[in-house]
């Protein structure tokens, strides 16, 4: 249904909406509820486009971390809730563990 309701807000056309085999949308991987519940139309072209719209993509994935409890400027290491919130991104834990390295380096860390 939700799916359905992407199209019906015009945030996509039928024929955008693909993605992976598990249905995930965008760079960032949203399902449609997910999708529903969390993207944002950070550019203000009335479109949650998180395809092609960098904005909409950051800020989505922010509103999907942070509706999740995300805890701004907390560690994301193992162990801690910010690591367990990434969990709820994607259950795969090389995934988990790859993000919490890749953004201990940008950190600088």
């Known amino acids: 249904m939700d799916a359905l309701r992407i199209i019906d807000e015009a945030h996509m056309r039928p024929d955008e909406l693909r993605g992976g085999w598990a249905g995930e949308i965008g760079q960032t991987q949203f399902l449609p509820t997910p999708y529903v519940r969390y993207a944002v139309d950070f550019d203000g072209d009335g479109r949650k486009d998180l395809i092609r719209s960098v904005p909409d993509i950051l800020?989505?994935?922010a509103s999907f971390l942070k509706g999740h409890g995300w805890q701004a400027g907390?560690?994301?290491?193992?162990?801690?809730?910010?690591y367990d919130v990434l969990r709820d991104w994607n259950r795969a834990q090389v995934y988990q563990r790859t993000i919490s390295v890749m953004a201990s380096k940008l950190a600088g860390h």
């Open 74 to 82: 907390q560690p994301w290491h193992p162990g801690t809730p910010n």
């Open 59 to 61: 800020a989505s994935t």
